[in-house]
Every structure is written in C-alpha cells, then in structure tokens.
C-alpha cells in the first residue's frame, strides 16, 4: 500500500515512515494501520500523516483561504435582493 510518514507536530515519532498495511474508518475517523519492526502495527489518524491534508505549520507557503472576497462580495449584494423582494411581498400582503 505504500509508505506515510507521520507529520502531527506533537507526535513523538513525527517525522518517521512506516509501511501502511491497512486503511479503515474507525468512529467517524479515517485511520491508517502502519507497521513497526520493535512495536508492531499501531494506528494512527490519516490526518496526521502525509497521507492527509497538509499542516498549514508544514508549509509556510500554503495560503489558508476559505473563502474569496468577490464571492463574498456577491453573496451580500444576494442577501440584499432577497430583503428586498422579502419586504415588497410583506407590503403588498399588508395593503
């Protein structure tokens, strides 16, 4: 299955690669089996291996950006035609 190597900041063997000898979901959690000459197979969260998403602390060049300023820009100018026509009906209702 190939090779992960552990990336969580604050594991004690970060850094290490291990085989992975299995992959499976275990409460909701994407884990990985790796295996180990002196421990044996242990698991870990995928997250925490290269396996997973990047660390923003791994790569200083990742910019972290959920959302982008036009369409942001675009929802409010909707929420605003929304409110609008929402306060046209309400009046014509009332009338």
């Not at 990985?32 to 290269?50: C, K, N, P």
Request: net charge negative.
């Amino acid at each position: 299955m190939g090779w992960a190597e552990i990336r969580h900041p604050f594991h004690p063997l970060r850094g290490q690669r291990f085989p992975v000898l299995k992959e499976r979901r275990v409460a909701g959690t994407d884990t990985l089996l790796l295996g180990h000459v002196e421990r044996g197979s242990f698991s870990i969260a995928r997250e925490w291996t290269d396996w997973g998403a990047p660390f923003v602390q791994d790569d200083a060049s990742i910019t972290v950006c959920r959302f982008d300023l036009g369409m942001l820009l675009e929802l409010i100018d909707l929420i605003d035609q929304l409110a609008v026509s929402a306060s046209r009906k309400s009046s014509t209702q009332g009338a």
